[in-house]
Protein backbone atom coordinates (compact mmCIF):
# COMPACT_ATOMS: atom_id res chain seq x y z
CA UNK A 1 0.00 0.00 0.00
CA UNK A 2 0.61 3.52 -0.34
CA UNK A 3 2.57 4.80 3.20
CA UNK A 4 3.76 7.67 2.09
CA UNK A 5 7.41 8.88 3.31
CA UNK A 6 9.52 7.01 5.41
CA UNK A 7 9.73 8.76 8.82
CA UNK A 8 13.26 9.27 10.39
CA UNK A 9 14.62 7.27 12.56
CA UNK A 10 15.95 9.54 15.36
CA UNK A 11 19.24 7.92 16.51
CA UNK A 12 20.22 7.66 12.58
CA UNK A 13 20.32 11.39 12.31
CA UNK A 14 23.47 13.76 12.19
CA UNK A 15 24.58 14.78 15.46
CA UNK A 16 22.10 12.02 17.71
CA UNK A 17 23.79 12.40 21.05
CA UNK A 18 22.31 8.26 21.71
CA UNK A 19 25.35 5.63 21.40
CA UNK A 20 23.82 2.80 19.36
CA UNK A 21 25.39 -1.22 20.23
CA UNK A 22 24.54 -3.97 18.05
CA UNK A 23 25.01 -7.07 20.00
CA UNK A 24 26.23 -10.01 17.75
CA UNK A 25 27.13 -13.33 17.87
CA UNK A 26 28.23 -16.55 15.54
CA UNK A 27 25.67 -18.77 16.61
CA UNK A 28 22.95 -18.94 19.17
CA UNK A 29 23.07 -20.05 22.85
CA UNK A 30 26.51 -18.09 23.55
CA UNK A 31 24.81 -15.66 26.01
CA UNK A 32 24.12 -12.36 23.37
CA UNK A 33 20.80 -11.99 25.23
CA UNK A 34 21.87 -12.38 28.80
CA UNK A 35 24.51 -9.66 27.92
CA UNK A 36 22.27 -7.28 26.58
CA UNK A 37 20.17 -7.24 29.59
CA UNK A 38 22.57 -7.19 31.95
CA UNK A 39 25.00 -4.92 30.14
CA UNK A 40 21.87 -2.28 29.83
CA UNK A 41 20.89 -3.06 33.81
CA UNK A 42 24.26 -1.83 34.57
CA UNK A 43 23.98 1.26 32.44
CA UNK A 44 20.18 2.05 33.66
CA UNK A 45 21.41 1.81 37.43
CA UNK A 46 24.64 3.96 36.67
CA UNK A 47 22.08 6.56 35.76
CA UNK A 48 21.98 6.45 31.48
CA UNK A 49 18.79 6.58 29.68
CA UNK A 50 18.80 3.37 27.85
CA UNK A 51 16.84 1.08 25.73
CA UNK A 52 17.24 -2.46 24.77
CA UNK A 53 15.34 -3.82 20.97
CA UNK A 54 15.39 -7.35 21.01
CA UNK A 55 15.29 -7.79 17.07
CA UNK A 56 16.58 -11.42 17.56
CA UNK A 57 13.49 -12.99 15.45
CA UNK A 58 14.15 -16.32 16.28
CA UNK A 59 15.22 -16.29 20.21
CA UNK A 60 13.53 -13.15 21.08
CA UNK A 61 14.22 -14.06 25.14
CA UNK A 62 14.50 -10.53 26.62
CA UNK A 63 11.17 -9.50 27.62
CA UNK A 64 11.30 -12.60 29.89
CA UNK A 65 15.04 -12.07 30.82
CA UNK A 66 13.40 -7.95 32.03
CA UNK A 67 9.92 -9.18 33.25
CA UNK A 68 8.72 -7.67 30.87
CA UNK A 69 5.10 -9.00 30.21
CA UNK A 70 3.21 -5.81 28.94
CA UNK A 71 2.74 -5.43 25.67
CA UNK A 72 3.54 -1.89 23.78
CA UNK A 73 0.23 0.61 23.90
CA UNK A 74 -0.30 3.19 21.26
CA UNK A 75 -0.72 6.85 21.33
CA UNK A 76 -1.56 8.66 18.59
CA UNK A 77 1.14 7.28 15.86
CA UNK A 78 4.26 6.54 18.21
CA UNK A 79 4.24 2.71 20.65
CA UNK A 80 5.15 3.39 23.96
CA UNK A 81 7.55 0.76 24.53
CA UNK A 82 7.17 -1.00 28.18
CA UNK A 83 9.59 0.29 30.45
CA UNK A 84 11.26 -2.33 33.19
CA UNK A 85 13.90 -2.18 35.88
CA UNK A 86 14.09 1.97 34.08
CA UNK A 87 14.80 0.13 30.57
CA UNK A 88 12.60 0.52 27.75
CA UNK A 89 12.05 -2.75 25.77
CA UNK A 90 10.37 -3.62 22.85
CA UNK A 91 10.57 -7.29 20.87
CA UNK A 92 9.33 -8.16 17.72
CA UNK A 93 7.85 -11.26 20.31
CA UNK A 94 5.56 -8.33 21.35
CA UNK A 95 4.04 -8.38 17.94
CA UNK A 96 3.54 -12.00 17.25
CA UNK A 97 0.22 -13.25 17.43
CA UNK A 98 -0.28 -14.65 20.92
CA UNK A 99 0.51 -18.42 21.52
CA UNK A 100 4.36 -19.84 20.24
CA UNK A 101 3.74 -19.23 16.39
CA UNK A 102 7.27 -18.95 15.40
CA UNK A 103 8.31 -15.50 13.41
CA UNK A 104 8.43 -16.13 9.46
CA UNK A 105 9.47 -12.79 8.75
CA UNK A 106 11.81 -12.89 5.40
CA UNK A 107 13.93 -10.11 4.39
CA UNK A 108 11.90 -6.54 3.46
CA UNK A 109 9.40 -7.52 6.04
CA UNK A 110 12.19 -7.65 8.49
CA UNK A 111 13.54 -4.15 7.32
CA UNK A 112 9.87 -2.71 7.45
CA UNK A 113 10.01 -3.89 10.85
CA UNK A 114 13.59 -2.93 11.96
CA UNK A 115 12.51 0.42 11.00
CA UNK A 116 9.20 0.69 12.15
CA UNK A 117 10.65 -0.11 16.02
CA UNK A 118 13.13 2.57 15.21
CA UNK A 119 11.23 4.95 13.50
CA UNK A 120 7.98 4.49 15.41
CA UNK A 121 8.57 3.56 19.20
CA UNK A 122 8.64 6.50 21.36
CA UNK A 123 11.70 6.15 23.07
CA UNK A 124 12.98 9.39 24.29
CA UNK A 125 16.40 11.19 25.00
CA UNK A 126 18.67 8.09 25.10
CA UNK A 127 21.77 8.16 25.80
CA UNK A 128 21.93 3.99 25.21
CA UNK A 129 20.19 2.38 22.57
CA UNK A 130 21.30 -1.72 22.88
CA UNK A 131 20.09 -3.93 19.87
CA UNK A 132 19.88 -7.75 20.46
CA UNK A 133 20.65 -8.77 16.78
CA UNK A 134 19.57 -12.52 15.65
CA UNK A 135 22.87 -15.05 15.34
CA UNK A 136 24.91 -14.66 12.19
CA UNK A 137 25.22 -12.76 9.53
CA UNK A 138 21.90 -12.32 8.48
CA UNK A 139 18.97 -10.14 6.64
CA UNK A 140 18.58 -7.80 10.23
CA UNK A 141 22.35 -7.06 10.72
CA UNK A 142 22.59 -5.61 6.87
CA UNK A 143 19.57 -3.57 7.40
CA UNK A 144 21.20 -2.41 10.79
CA UNK A 145 24.06 -1.60 8.95
CA UNK A 146 21.90 0.45 6.71
CA UNK A 147 19.41 2.08 8.54
CA UNK A 148 21.96 2.82 11.25
CA UNK A 149 25.66 3.17 10.19
CA UNK A 150 26.81 4.97 13.48
CA UNK A 151 25.72 1.32 15.52
CA UNK A 152 28.77 0.38 17.31
CA UNK A 153 28.90 -3.87 16.88
CA UNK A 154 29.66 -5.64 20.47
CA UNK A 155 30.27 -9.45 19.43
CA UNK A 156 29.86 -12.38 22.35
CA UNK A 157 31.45 -15.46 22.16
CA UNK A 158 32.06 -18.14 24.31
CA UNK A 159 35.75 -19.78 24.36
CA UNK A 160 35.03 -22.10 22.21
CA UNK A 161 37.00 -22.49 18.86
CA UNK A 162 34.10 -23.59 16.60
CA UNK A 163 32.47 -20.50 18.29
CA UNK A 164 35.19 -18.24 17.78
CA UNK A 165 35.28 -18.92 14.02
CA UNK A 166 31.64 -18.21 13.50
CA UNK A 167 31.41 -15.10 15.65
CA UNK A 168 34.68 -13.73 13.96
CA UNK A 169 32.35 -14.12 10.38
CA UNK A 170 29.40 -12.49 12.22
CA UNK A 171 31.72 -9.52 13.06
CA UNK A 172 33.58 -9.64 10.20
CA UNK A 173 30.60 -8.16 8.25
CA UNK A 174 31.86 -4.62 9.89
CA UNK A 175 34.47 -4.27 6.75
CA UNK A 176 31.77 -4.30 4.55
CA UNK A 177 29.32 -2.48 6.10
CA UNK A 178 32.14 0.00 7.76
CA UNK A 179 30.79 -0.20 10.97
CA UNK A 180 32.67 0.31 14.34
CA UNK A 181 33.75 -2.75 16.40
CA UNK A 182 33.23 -1.79 19.62
CA UNK A 183 34.46 -5.24 20.89
CA UNK A 184 34.13 -8.64 21.80
CA UNK A 185 32.96 -9.96 25.22
CA UNK A 186 33.96 -13.97 26.24
CA UNK A 187 30.96 -15.58 27.94
CA UNK A 188 31.00 -19.02 29.56
CA UNK A 189 34.71 -18.44 30.04
CA UNK A 190 34.82 -20.63 32.97
CA UNK A 191 32.88 -22.32 35.57
CA UNK A 192 34.55 -21.71 39.05
CA UNK A 193 34.52 -24.55 41.34
CA UNK A 194 32.41 -24.38 44.07
CA UNK A 195 35.08 -26.17 46.52
CA UNK A 196 38.56 -24.30 45.06
CA UNK A 197 39.95 -21.31 43.47
CA UNK A 198 40.42 -23.10 40.19
CA UNK A 199 38.47 -21.68 37.09
CA UNK A 200 37.12 -24.93 34.86
CA UNK A 201 37.63 -24.41 31.45
CA UNK A 202 34.31 -26.26 30.26
CA UNK A 203 33.89 -24.65 26.56
CA UNK A 204 37.91 -24.28 26.47
CA UNK A 205 39.84 -21.22 26.14
CA UNK A 206 40.86 -18.33 24.20
CA UNK A 207 37.77 -18.21 21.80
CA UNK A 208 37.26 -13.94 23.12
CA UNK A 209 40.96 -13.25 22.03
CA UNK A 210 40.93 -15.17 19.00
CA UNK A 211 38.17 -13.37 17.99
CA UNK A 212 39.25 -9.99 19.16
CA UNK A 213 42.85 -10.67 17.15
CA UNK A 214 41.38 -11.76 14.26
CA UNK A 215 38.97 -9.10 13.99
CA UNK A 216 41.99 -7.18 14.95
CA UNK A 217 43.59 -8.88 11.41
CA UNK A 218 40.77 -8.29 8.86
CA UNK A 219 39.48 -4.42 9.98
CA UNK A 220 42.80 -3.33 10.52
CA UNK A 221 42.32 -1.37 13.24
CA UNK A 222 42.58 -2.90 17.47
CA UNK A 223 39.40 -4.75 18.23
CA UNK A 224 39.76 -5.44 22.00
CA UNK A 225 38.59 -8.14 24.04
CA UNK A 226 36.48 -5.95 26.74
CA UNK A 227 36.16 -8.67 28.96
CA UNK A 228 35.54 -12.75 30.05
CA UNK A 229 31.88 -13.64 32.31
CA UNK A 230 32.80 -16.56 33.94
CA UNK A 231 29.50 -18.97 33.88
CA UNK A 232 27.22 -18.42 37.40
CA UNK A 233 24.05 -20.31 37.88
CA UNK A 234 22.24 -17.31 39.51
CA UNK A 235 22.81 -15.38 35.91
CA UNK A 236 20.86 -18.30 34.16
CA UNK A 237 18.20 -17.87 37.01
CA UNK A 238 17.90 -13.77 36.62
CA UNK A 239 17.03 -15.00 33.07
CA UNK A 240 14.46 -16.81 33.54
CA UNK A 241 12.88 -15.09 36.24
CA UNK A 242 13.24 -11.79 34.75
CA UNK A 243 15.92 -9.84 37.39
CA UNK A 244 19.38 -9.15 35.81
CA UNK A 245 22.20 -10.63 37.78
CA UNK A 246 24.09 -6.88 38.02
CA UNK A 247 20.74 -6.13 39.99
CA UNK A 248 20.22 -8.70 41.97
CA UNK A 249 24.03 -9.41 43.06
CA UNK A 250 26.01 -6.84 41.45
CA UNK A 251 28.77 -8.18 43.40
CA UNK A 252 29.63 -11.65 41.97
CA UNK A 253 32.16 -12.46 39.89
CA UNK A 254 30.15 -12.52 36.77
CA UNK A 255 28.81 -9.12 37.72
CA UNK A 256 31.54 -7.40 38.31
CA UNK A 257 32.93 -8.49 34.94
CA UNK A 258 29.77 -7.11 33.34
CA UNK A 259 29.31 -3.75 34.90
CA UNK A 260 33.42 -3.25 34.89
CA UNK A 261 32.56 -3.93 30.70
CA UNK A 262 29.37 -1.30 30.02
CA UNK A 263 31.35 1.34 32.35
CA UNK A 264 34.26 0.61 29.58
CA UNK A 265 32.12 1.38 26.56
P1 LIG B 1 21.81 -16.20 23.10
O1 LIG B 1 21.12 -14.88 23.22
O2 LIG B 1 23.22 -16.09 22.60
O3 LIG B 1 21.03 -17.23 22.36
P2 LIG B 1 21.15 -16.54 25.91
O4 LIG B 1 21.52 -15.23 26.51
O5 LIG B 1 19.73 -16.83 25.65
O6 LIG B 1 22.01 -16.79 24.58
O7 LIG B 1 21.81 -17.66 26.83
C1 LIG B 1 21.61 -19.03 26.60
C2 LIG B 1 21.41 -19.72 27.95
O8 LIG B 1 22.61 -19.69 28.69
C3 LIG B 1 20.35 -19.04 28.81
O9 LIG B 1 19.64 -20.02 29.51
C4 LIG B 1 21.17 -18.18 29.76
O10 LIG B 1 20.52 -17.99 31.00
C5 LIG B 1 22.42 -19.02 29.93
N1 LIG B 1 23.61 -18.19 30.19
C6 LIG B 1 24.11 -17.22 29.42
N2 LIG B 1 25.24 -16.72 29.94
C7 LIG B 1 25.47 -17.39 31.10
C8 LIG B 1 26.48 -17.35 32.12
N3 LIG B 1 27.52 -16.49 32.06
N4 LIG B 1 26.35 -18.19 33.17
C9 LIG B 1 25.32 -19.06 33.25
N5 LIG B 1 24.35 -19.16 32.33
C10 LIG B 1 24.42 -18.35 31.25
Not at 9 to 21: C, M, Y
Not at 28 to 55: I, R
Not at 142 to 171: F, K, N
Not at 208 to 227: F, I
Request: charged residues 20%.
Amino acid sequence: GDRGPEKEIPFAKPGSLTRVFAVASGKGGVGKSSVTVNLAAAMAVSGLKVGVLDADIYGHSIPRMLGVSDRPTKVEDMIMPPVAHDIKVISVGMFKPPGNTPVVWRGPMLDRALHQFLADVYWGDLDVLLMDLPPGTGDIAISVAQRMPGAEILVVTTPQQAAAEVAERAGSIATQTHQQIAGVIENMAWLPCPHCDERIAVFGEGGGQSVADGLTRTLGSRVPLLGQVPIDLRLREGGDNGKPLVLTDPDSPAATELRRIAEGL
